[in-house]
T-cell receptor, first 117, second 113 residues
Framework: GESVGLHLPTLSVQEGDNSIINCAYS??????FIWYKQESGKGPQFIID?????DKRQGQRVTVLLNKTVKHLSLQIAATQPGDSAVYFC????????????????FGKGTLLTVNP | DADVTQTPRNRITKTGKRIMLECSQT?????MYWYRQDPGLGLRLIYY???????NKGEISDGYSVSRQAQAKFSLSLESAIPNQTALYFC????????????FGSGTQLSVL
């Protein structure tokens, strides 16, 4: 089954509220995690990443939290705006060639975020 | 984002036809990928290439083939299209050393009747 999954397939928030999108992963060997945003009719776009030696990383209005103990990843969006409406994917990188450049990037199924005005 | 360009944007074809989807990039990246997206299934890797002479199967390569004609070009072929290959196809690129950070094209919606 999916080693990367999402707790909620859909999330609806009011404009101005904070959004939290969750993701679970099962492989303790994963060392790198990424969030992508996909707007309707477009390809996914990189939002933010985090390495497994970090617990938190902040970007512009976004924060990613990593809890390795429970294998959980979350994306927090502050002051959510209508332009944030999209599908959000988490992805994990499982390195199977130590020191090499091979990898297997696995995407979750996505969460649809809808921002209500 | 025109850095990764996919053609065509939409294609309708019949079962048994040979189809080629094309991808070109101006990002100067060595690595290129083809993904397939189906509702509720997320993105699944079909093939990937780390340089011009390198081709690797992804998790769902059956029924597909690829050609890396140049650093900037990576095409995906369906030799004999079938209806369950109806999906949204994405090409992506990444830089060596930062290969998890993918840059995607706008996608090709393929419908096989």
């Amino acid at each position: 089954g999916e080693s990367v999954g999402l707790h909620l397939p859909t999330l609806s928030v009011q404009e101005g509220d904070n959004s939290i999108i969750n993701c679970a992963y099962s492989n303790s060997a994963s060392d790198y995690f990424i969030w992508y945003k996909q707007e309707s009719g477009k390809g996914p776009q990189f939002i933010i990443d985090i390495r497994s030696n970090m617990d938190k990383r902040q970007g512009q209005r976004v924060t990613v939290l990593l809890n390795k103990t429970v294998k959980h990843l979350s994306l927090q969006i502050a002051a959510t705006q209508p332009g944030d409406s999209a599908v959000y994917f988490c992805a994990e990188n499982i390195r199977y060639n130590s020191g090499g450049s091979n990898y297997k990037l696995t995407f979750g199924k996505g969460t649809l975020l809808t921002v209500n005005p | 984002d025109a850095d990764v360009t996919q053609t065509p944007r939409n294609r309708i074809t019949k079962t048994g036809k040979r189809i080629m989807l094309e991808c070109s990039q101006t990002k100067g990246h060595d690595r290129m990928y083809w993904y397939r997206q189906d509702p509720g299934l997320g993105l699944r890797l079909i093939y990937y290439s780390f340089d011009v002479k390198d081709i690797n199967k992804g998790e769902i390569s059956d029924g597909y083939s690829v050609s890396r004609q140049a650093q900037a070009k990576f095409s995906l072929s369906l030799e004999s299209a079938i209806p369950n290959q109806t999906a949204l196809y994405f090409c992506a690129t990444s830089a060596t050393g930062n290969s998890e950070k993918l840059f995607f094209g706008s996608g090709t919606q393929l419908s096989v009747l």
